[in-house]
């Protein structure tokens, strides 16, 4: 069991079916050094409007506990080495709350990709509209 | 429309705020308000601002505490490498601060500016507990240059935390030092680690790979790779490839032995103390991320401590807010798993840690079972009258 969760974890980009998610990760869509107004590599652009699944860790935006519907998804639970970086997280938005799990956890729904832009400053690139989160 | 745009007229009131040099309002901001986006977006803002900003974060630290500062705020002043002697003071005073959460941020920024006054401290920070504080110790001295500090630099190639030995062979390899690259090869070896179902290994072997790429100036076909688990091994052997021909030698076996059978665990992050991570089993408890140290415990006792534990953890999910420093206990054969922020640990929980301990100090291990209990009081939480 362990391993199929690392094997997950590793990113394992699987282009399924047109009803199913891509499984995508996070050593994909951090897999560049971002700067602000770059073009997007190919890679993550293609994602854009697509159903995927993530892993990750769910981590609520003030840091603290008790049900949310909306959360960051990142491939770090502790984050002491510093912020993730714009690429290194996944802004994620449910109808449903959703208390934070300690454990990885698997996220699916549809991926936006590309820099939300408000005066002038980048405030993200990933976007999920979640459809659900699970073990 | 993507869930973004609901921040955005927040952003907009917020960046106004900024632009007439309201560095307080702007301080605030950054360090409390609700959305990641925007926190970020003000902190970069205070960062480029240099000492200018500097009395507003003063004020921010006396009136409310200085552990109320986010890290993205000590993080971005660290990184941004504006300012001048205000900001340079104000990084000192983080990053001397034993009990500032976010003192190696601070150190560090203190090590991008390449601090001379400061090598006293970073000498210093490489015998501290923690693994960060060390790490950003080491990356000082090498910034400063000099044998003697490059010397201690390299002494935690030897550290007992793999943690440390990958990130200062990191900043030694980007300094043009190769005395470390086994160490990053290490780090490749390790890409499959996990403690408690956290893949710390995957972060350890992206580093390594990052820094990889960028001293050897090639790709080791890793781009193409990234998706692909076979093909993965296949640019980590390029790699491995590289290092050796770098060293002239090939690199010595690595023990890549799985975790030991457990049945739980607890993982103790402190930035104060040094991290922790022990796991038990049917008959032992064994302490460490890999290699582990392993205390033997009667199998009756530790029958015990299990039947105990099933009790004495009843919630689950996260407790209270967590910034950094947490206590994470799980327990595989019920599968409940409990996230703790410090002094959020229920009594039980904690009685329950401290029997753990006296099982460690009974199987001839005091000192490790003292590491449990001197980390116990940042998270228990306080007694009520």
Known sequence: ?135 | MSPFRVALTIFAATTAAVAQDDWASAVEKANTHRRFAVRRAVSNKIAKAGDAAVPALRDFERSRSRNEIDLMLVDSIARAKAGGDATLELLESWARDRDFYWRSQALGGLAERKVESARDLFAAATTDPSHLYRVQGARGLIALGGDEGIARARRLLNDSDSRTRLRVARHLALSGDFSGLAELARGLDRDEAEFLGDPWGQRDAKLAVETLIEVAEQDFGWREARGDRDARKVAFQKMRGWIESKLGAPLADVDTAPAPPHAGGVEIRSCRHGDLFVRWGESAIHFGLEAPRSVPVDAATMRELRTQLKTALTVGGQRGKVVCDYLRLKDETVEKHVKFAPLRLPSPAAEWLKALARAVEKGGEPELSNAILDRLPQFAEATKK
């Open chain 1, 1 to 135: 069991m362990k391993l199929g969760l690392l094997t997950a974890l590793l990113g394992t980009l699987v282009l399924g079916g047109s009803d199913d998610p891509t499984e995508v990760g996070f050593d994909v869509l951090a897999g560049f050094d971002y700067e602000e107004g770059m073009e997007l590599p190919d890679e993550v652009t293609k994602l854009d409007e697509t159903k995927v699944t993530v892993r990750g860790f769910m981590k609520r935006e003030d840091g603290g506990d008790g049900a949310t519907s909306t959360f960051m998804l990142i491939s770090d639970a502790c984050g002491c080495e510093g912020t993730p970086m714009l690429n290194e997280f996944i802004y994620c938005e449910s109808e449903e709350e959703h208390e934070i799990d300690p454990s990885v956890v698997t996220v699916t729904g549809t991926l936006y990709v590309g820099e939300e832009i408000e005066d002038e400053v980048v405030i993200g690139i990933y976007a999920l509209e979640v459809e659900s989160v699970g073990s």
